[in-house]
Antibody
Framework: QVQLQQSGPGLVKPSQTLSLTCAISGDSVSSNSATWNWIRQSPSRGLEWLGRTYYRSKWYNDYVVSVKSRITINPDTSKNQLSLQLNSVTPEDTAVYYC?????????????WGQGILVTVSS | DIVMTQSPDSLAVSLGERATINCKSSQSVLYSSNNKNYLAWYQQKPGQPPKVLIYWASTRESGVPDRFSGSGSETDFTLTISSLQAEDVAVYYCQQYYSTPYTFGQGTKLEIK
């Protein structure tokens, strides 16, 4: 059974960097079929897919255009986890952040999800 | 980007009655090579992440009660709960996985009348 456990601070100051981690158990971040995604949810923006990382003989990333200049998603193969960094945050980045897997191999939806972390951007 | 629009935004249904939620995509999510609609439905309860109910527009996830069903094709989809139970109170989302950026509907809040 795949489980995703998220960690990171719940409060970030404006202009600083939001950093979250998603630890994976029951699968590998280096899987040749899965993709590893970050999604956020806020009352104003709803559910918003932010981007993904995946390994297909080499590492790839895709990001949504709205945050592309500020976001980095990195795998950490030594710890079997992935990270999210979002730079230059503003109060509009306040949201619950989730990591989620797309298993691949014909399973193309998000399952499972991490538990979510509410990140508030405020001074 | 594919825009997903759900209707209604909220819905109140009596216990045991049928609940119907609609989802419209701004372009077709039917992949012609395999004739599959790249659409999923999720249920989200307070304080929890979304949970997949339906994928490929009409395939029920293992363990999901058979009162939940999905239908539709190309751009118009429906989630139906045939006989509403108290535990079905939640927000429901559709999501397309046809192309990135993956996008979600705005959600439909389902309550008991």
């Amino acid at each position: 059974q795949v489980q995703l456990q998220q960690s990171g601070p719940g409060l970030v100051k404006p202009s600083q960097t939001l950093s979250l981690t998603c630890a994976i158990s029951g699968d590998s971040v280096s899987s040749n079929s899965a993709t590893w995604n970050w999604i956020r949810q806020s009352p104003s923006r709803g559910l918003e897919w932010l981007g993904r990382t995946y390994y297909r003989s080499k590492w790839y990333n895709d990001y949504v255009v709205s945050v592309k200049s500020r976001i980095t998603i990195n795998p950490d193969t030594s710890k079997n986890q992935l990270s999210l960094q979002l730079n230059s945050v503003t109060p509009e980045d306040t949201a619950v952040y989730y990591c989620a897997r797309v298993a691949g191999g014909g399973v193309n939806w998000f399952d499972p999800w991490g538990q979510g972390i509410l990140v508030t951007v405020s001074s | 980007d594919i825009v997903m629009t759900q209707s209604p935004d909220s819905l109140a249904v009596s216990l045991g009655e049928r609940a119907t939620i609609n989802c419209k995509s701004s372009q077709s999510v039917l992949y012609s090579s395999n004739n599959k609609n790249y659409l999923a439905w999720y249920q989200q309860k307070p304080g929890q992440p979304p949970k997949v109910l339906i994928y490929w527009a009409s395939t029920r996830e293992s363990g999901v009660p058979d009162r939940f069903s999905g239908s539709g094709s190309e751009t118009d989809f429906t989630l139906t709960i045939s006989s509403l139970q108290a535990e079905d109170v939640a927000v429901y989302y559709c999501q397309q996985y046809y192309s990135t950026p993956y996008t979600f509907g705005q959600g439909t809040k389902l309550e008991i009348k």
